[in-house]
């Protein structure tokens, strides 16, 4: 029960909505993007800006109520929203400001990768960010934030000048390499753990409008030898290519042609920032390699190739994940892919493989807290089902799936962790990373108040 005294004196002091369980805007409030997620927090804060996040924290800490952050409500494990917690939900603060003369974007924590990409785009530049437009910047940012434009221009975290934060005890400070640097590195990948970050300062990059982007097409059944190829092909790729290779029963969308709806597809995903031109000469043994039945890689703009897979993850239905790092695609890797992918049920299960390397490998291993700057591919297994029938079983061969990946498995990206202990989120990091992260979380939260998280204790 909340302290009916303490209730009246935020909802007076607060400039956003406080939403308690009564509200008739409850129920719509408390949902997140994964519908296999239903949670009931005790009360929604959803702030307007700093000053509420203040509020909202220190109204935790009064009320002793576990304290869960969301901003896009993306995270597909659930850490924005709690059973009888307060959710800070920052969804409502949606500034953004594009510098054109300095590059420079300042994000407030409510927006998502498609708002920020439409001002930045006005001016032909771009933040890295991820690949759903209704992902939230915060906590893909906070993360380390891999998308189509990560081998060129490195992660957003890479891109990152400063950040406003709100800290533990309700204290505002600002985090640079300059101002609080130690609170910078770990919030570079070390996720929600050492405060709510209410503003982001990125550096934007030169892009232009248009890139060279969109997927080809094979026949699943000759996901082997694709992988074989593709393997080879990426080998010695600039910087300038990114790609993700794709599984799934394509999906009736109008860039797939007709007669491939529902039919188990093998296709990479090619984005080419750079001139257009060398893209397609680097591109041409791919789109020859084979029989390929469908090509729909053409120039286009970022802004639509951005939202290109948004109608493959549509909010509220189920969704789960496991994912793991690899050094290579070797040839029993390849054959465990394309067996296990053969084994798709759902028309909606689609899971991607990430290319990596390029700037994100060559930025020092130590500047920031993200861990996997030397992973070759990044495996994100997922599933998807409209509702619960069929969940369960699609869950299943995801978890065997990565299984039968064990022998390989290396790193793993902290954005695509489920909720799976503590050695899982420490091998996000390595051992030293991870044990200079709980020194931090020593300092800035020692007694672990953001919890609700992929959470670092501090003991």
């Known amino acids: 029960m909340l302290d009916e005294a303490a209730l009246a004196e935020l909802q007076a002091s607060f400039r956003g909505q406080v939403v308690p369980t009564t509200d008739p805007s409850y129920d719509t409030h408390r949902k997140i993007w994964n519908g296999s997620i239903d949670r009931h927090p005790a009360l929604i804060a959803r702030c307007a800006g700093v000053a509420d996040v203040i509020t909202a924290v220190k109204f935790g800490r009064k009320t ?176 300038e290519l990114m790609t993700i290779v794709v599984h799934r029963k394509a999906p009736p969308l109008p860039f797939v042609p007709q007669e491939l709806h529902g039919k188990p597809v093998v296709m990479v995903i090619v984005c080419w920032v750079g001139e257009v031109e ?80 390029g700037a994100v490998s060559r930025v020092g291993e130590d500047e920031t807290s993200f861990g996997g700057r030397k992973a070759a591919f990044t495996y994100n297994i997922g599933c998807c089902t409209e509702a619960a029938d069929g969940f369960n079983e699609e869950r299943q061969w995801v978890r065997d799936f990565w299984s039968a990946l064990e022998p390989w498995h290396q790193t793993v990206y902290v954005n695509f962790l489920d909720n799976e202990g503590e050695e899982r989120i420490r091998a996000a990091y390595g051992p030293e990373k991870y044990d200079r992260l709980k020194a931090l979380k020593r300092e800035w939260d020692p007694d672990n108040f953001f919890r609700i998280n992929q959470n670092i204790p501090p003991d």
């Open 64 to 239: 002793e109520l576990p304290v869960a952050v969301r901003s896009g409500g993306h995270s597909f494990p659930g850490l924005s929203v709690a059973d009888d917690a307060l959710m800070i939900d920052l969804s409502p603060m949606k500034g953004v400001r594009v510098d054109p003369e300095k590059r420079t974007a300042r994000v407030q924590a409510g927006v998502l990768l498609g708002e920020l990409d439409r001002e930045t785009q006005a001016f032909g530049l771009a933040v890295p960010s991820g690949i759903v437009t209704h992902t939230g910047v915060a906590g893909l940012t906070l993360g380390g934030g891999i998308g189509w434009i990560q081998r060129k221009h490195g992660l957003s975290v890479d891109q990152l000048v400063s950040m406003d934060v709100v800290t533990a005890d309700g204290d505002f400070v600002k985090a640079s390499a300059d101002e609080n640097p130690d609170l910078f590195w770990g919030l570079c990948g070390g996720g929600g753990n050492f405060g709510i970050v209410t503003e982001f300062e990125f550096n934007c990059v030169p892009l232009g409008t248009q890139v060279l982007a969109g997927p080809i097409f094979w026949p699943m059944e000759q996901s082997g030898d694709v992988l074989r190829f593709y393997r080879d092909w990426v080998a010695d790729a600039p910087d």
């Open 278 to 357: 060398e893209g397609e000469k680097f591109i041409k043994p791919l789109r020859e390699f084979g029989s390929p039945i469908a090509d729909v890689c053409m120039v286009k703009p970022y802004l639509t190739h951005q939202a290109m897979l948004d109608p493959s993850f549509v909010p509220g239905r189920f969704y789960y994940f496991k994912s793991c790092d690899v050094a290579e695609l070797d040839d029993e890797i390849i054959d465990i892919t394309m067996e296990r992918s053969l084994q798709i049920n759902s028309p909606l299960t689609s899971f991607p493989i990430w290319q990596m390397g």
